[in-house]
C-alpha cells in the first residue's frame, strides 16, 4: 500500500469511527432521554393510584361499618333480639328493611386503574409485586366482593318476593318508608320474627353478608399494604 492509499485509508477510517462513534451516542442521549421519560411516566402512574386509593380510604372504611350494621340487624332477627326500637332507630335517610330485603352496593374509586389498564400504562410498573397486589386489589378481591354482593341482594329480592306472594295486604301499604305507621311496623316485625320461611331466606342472606364482610376486610388489609408499598415506591 503506498503512501497516498494509506493516507486516504485512515483517513476515511477515522471518518468512519467517527460518524458511528456519533450515531452510538445519539442513540444513547435518545435512550437515555426515554428511559427518564418512562422513570417520570412510572412515578406519575404511582402517584396517580395512590392519589386513588387515599381518596376512597373514607369511603371503604364508613361502607364497612354499615355492611357490619346491616349484617347485626338480621343477625339479631335469626336470634329473637331485634326489637321495634332498633328498627325505627335505623339511620332516618334510608329503610330500615333494607337489611332484610337488600344490599349495599360497595365502589371505591377506579377510574385511574382502568384507565392504565385501557392503555396499557400499568405495564410500565416494573415490580411484579406492586403489579400482583394491584390486580389483587381492584380485580380478584374487589369480584369476589361484588359476587357476595350480587347474592346477598338476589337473595333479599326473594325475600321481598316472599312478602308480596304471602303477605300482599301488609306490601302494598309501603312499608320499604312508611315507617311512621307504627301498626304497619308492628305487623312487618311479627311477620319477620315469627314466619320460619322468611327466617329461612334470612339465614340465606346472612351466610352471603358474612363472606362479604369478610371479604372486605382482607380487601381492606390488601388495600393498606398496597398504600404502603405505592409510597415507597
Same mark, same amino acid.
Given at each position: 500500500?503506498?503512501?497516498?492509499?494509506?493516507?486516504?485509508?485512515?483517513?476515511?477510517?477515522?471518518?468512519?469511527?467517527?460518524?458511528v462513534l456519533g450515531i452510538s451516542f445519539s442513540f444513547f442521549v435518545q435512550n437515555v432521554r426515554q428511559e427518564k421519560e418512562i422513570d417520570s411516566k412510572r412515578e406519575l402512574i404511582m402517584k396517580n393510584l395512590l392519589d386513588e386509593l387515599e381518596s376512597s380510604q373514607n369511603y371503604v372504611i364508613?361502607?364497612?361499618?354499615e355492611f357490619e350494621r346491616e349484617m347485626n340487624y338480621v343477625n339479631k332477627?335469626?336470634?329473637?333480639?331485634?326489637?321495634?326500637?332498633?328498627?325505627?332507630e335505623y339511620p332516618?335517610?334510608?329503610?330500615?328493611?333494607?337489611?332484610?330485603? #337488600?344490599?349495599?352496593?360497595?365502589?371505591?374509586?377506579?377510574?385511574? %386503574?382502568? &384507565?392504565?389498564?385501557? /392503555?396499557?400504562?400499568?405495564? *410500565?410498573?416494573?415490580s411484579s409485586s406492586l403489579k400482583a397486589l394491584i390486580d389483587e386489589v381492584y380485580k380478584s378481591n374487589f369480584n369476589y366482593?361484588?359476587?357476595?354482593?350480587?347474592?346477598?341482594?338476589d337473595t333479599g329480592q326473594e325475600a321481598e318476593q316472599f312478602f308480596i306472594n304471602?303477605?300482599?295486604?301488609?306490601?302494598?301499604?309501603?312499608?320499604?318508608?312508611?315507617?311512621?305507621?307504627?301498626?304497619l311496623i308492628n305487623d312487618v316485625y311479627q311477620i319477620m320474627k315469627s314466619d320460619i320461611h322468611f327466617k329461612?331466606?334470612?339465614?340465606?342472606?346472612? #351466610?352471603?353478608?358474612?363472606?362479604?364482610?369478610?371479604?372486605?376486610? %382482607?380487601? &381492606?388489609?390488601?388495600? /393498606?399494604?398496597?398504600?404502603? *408499598?405505592?409510597?415507597k415506591n
Open positions: 500500500m503506498n503512501k497516498k492509499v494509506k493516507k486516504y485509508f485512515i483517513k476515511y477510517t477515522l471518518e468512519f469511527f467517527v460518524i364508613e361502607r364497612k361499618s332477627l335469626l336470634n329473637d333480639s331485634l326489637s321495634i326500637k332498633m328498627i325505627k332516618n335517610n334510608k329503610s330500615p328493611l333494607n337489611p332484610f330485603f #337488600s344490599a349495599l352496593r360497595f365502589n371505591p374509586s377506579s377510574s385511574i %386503574y382502568n &384507565s392504565l389498564v385501557s /392503555d396499557g400504562s400499568l405495564n *410500565l410498573i416494573k366482593i361484588q359476587y357476595f354482593i350480587k347474592s346477598e341482594y304471602n303477605h300482599a295486604d301488609v306490601y302494598v301499604n309501603n312499608f320499604w318508608f312508611n315507617i311512621s305507621d307504627d301498626k329461612a331466606l334470612m339465614v340465606k342472606k346472612i #351466610s352471603f353478608m358474612e363472606a362479604k364482610n369478610g371479604t372486605v376486610n %382482607y380487601y &381492606s388489609k390488601k388495600r /393498606d399494604s398496597l398504600i404502603t *408499598l405505592l409510597k
